[in-house]
């Protein structure tokens, strides 16, 4: 049950870092965040 909700909270930070990650990338390019921010609040 414990090791289970850890493998959940691992994925979901990988998955958080990882759209950080794209999130920066496309700063860099135009500066568009927000609209990066949004469709991940949508999608949760």
């Given at each position: 049950?414990?090791?289970?909700f850890?493998?959940?909270?691992?994925?979901?930070?990988?998955?958080?870092?990882?759209?950080?990650?794209?999130?920066?990338?496309?700063?860099?390019?135009?500066?568009?965040c927000?609209i990066?921010?949004?469709?991940?609040?949508?999608?949760?």
């Amino acid at each position: 049950m414990i090791l289970r909700f850890f493998k959940v909270l691992i994925v979901v930070t990988i998955i958080f870092l990882y759209f950080l990650y794209i999130c920066i990338k496309i700063i860099s390019i135009n500066r568009s965040c927000f609209i990066c921010f949004n469709l991940f609040t949508i999608k949760i």
